[in-house]
């Protein structure tokens, strides 16, 4: 199983800052991975698959890079909106699909 | 508009059975691997279970396996999880998601409470 280990656990940042979420898998899993937002009470969006592919609707500030087993989420400029809970996924060896344990970005 | 409206859920005891469906709308069905992925209350998100297009191929997370059942019913847009010998490590929110490169989208979850 591979294990994905995103940091870091809690990012405090303001509107307007820059965000980098990091997630780290335990063995390649090349570009075949993907980030999800979750709002409080919400069920999780897509954002990102294979790495760096924004999904339909999602704004341009969300951009996704890495292969192998290092990623990255970044966030340009965080909007009121952007403040939750972020997951990445892996899809490369499975079953089973798993997740990362997720980053909270909250407000500073 | 693509849409996923699970229903199903609710309280239960240890040992029982629980039936949860997806209906889908807006796409075609019949052309996606549908999921099902859990959130126990506060924690992580947690994949369950994955159906193929046709429904002849089924994969399970360990923790459910020769438990769970998924099925779908591709004449009525519809993805099932049967549900049995829960345990009160299966308390979650569960949501059907499509499955593609990626869960998308979601619906918006059902829960499921198992207690005595």
């Known amino acids: 199983e591979i294990v994905l280990t995103q940091s870091p656990a809690t990012l405090s940042l303001s509107p307007g800052e820059r965000a980098t979420l990091s997630c780290r898998a335990s ?19 897509l954002l990102i698959y ?8 999602i704004p341009a500030r969300f951009s996704g890079s890495g292969s192998g087993t290092d990623f990255t989420l970044t966030i340009s400029s965080l909007e009121p909106e952007d403040f939750a809970v972020y997951y990445c996924q892996q899809r490369i060896i499975w079953p089973p699909l798993t997740f990362g344990g997720g980053t909270k970005v909250e407000i500073k | 508009e693509v ?10 005891q240890p ?5 949860l469906s997806c209906a889908a709308s807006g796409f075609t069905f019949i ?15 947690e994949w ?7 429904g002849s191929t089924t994969y399970y997370a360990d923790s459910v396996k020769g438990r769970f ?8 847009n519809t993805l099932y999880l049967q549900m049995n010998s829960l345990r009160a490590e ?5 949501y059907c998601a499509r499955w593609d490169f990626g869960f998308d989208p979601w619906g918006q979850g059902t829960l499921v409470t198992v207690s005595s």
């Open chain 2, 3 to 12: 849409q996923l409206l699970e229903s199903g859920g609710g309280l239960v």
């Open chain 2, 31 to 45: 052309n996606h691997a549908m999921s099902w992925v859990r959130q126990a209350p506060g924690k992580g998100l």
């Open chain 2, 90 to 94: 299966d308390t979650a929110v569960y």
């Open chain 1, 50 to 57: 294979d790495a760096s592919n924004r999904a339909t609707g």
């Open chain 1, 27 to 45: 063995q390649s899993v090349s570009s075949y991975l993907a980030w999800y937002q979750q709002k409080p009470g919400q069920a999780p969006r």
């Open chain 2, 48 to 54: 369950v279970s994955t159906i193929s297009t046709s």
């Open chain 2, 69 to 76: 059942t998924i099925s779908r019913d591709n004449s009525n």
């Open chain 2, 15 to 19: 040992g029982g059975s629980l039936r």
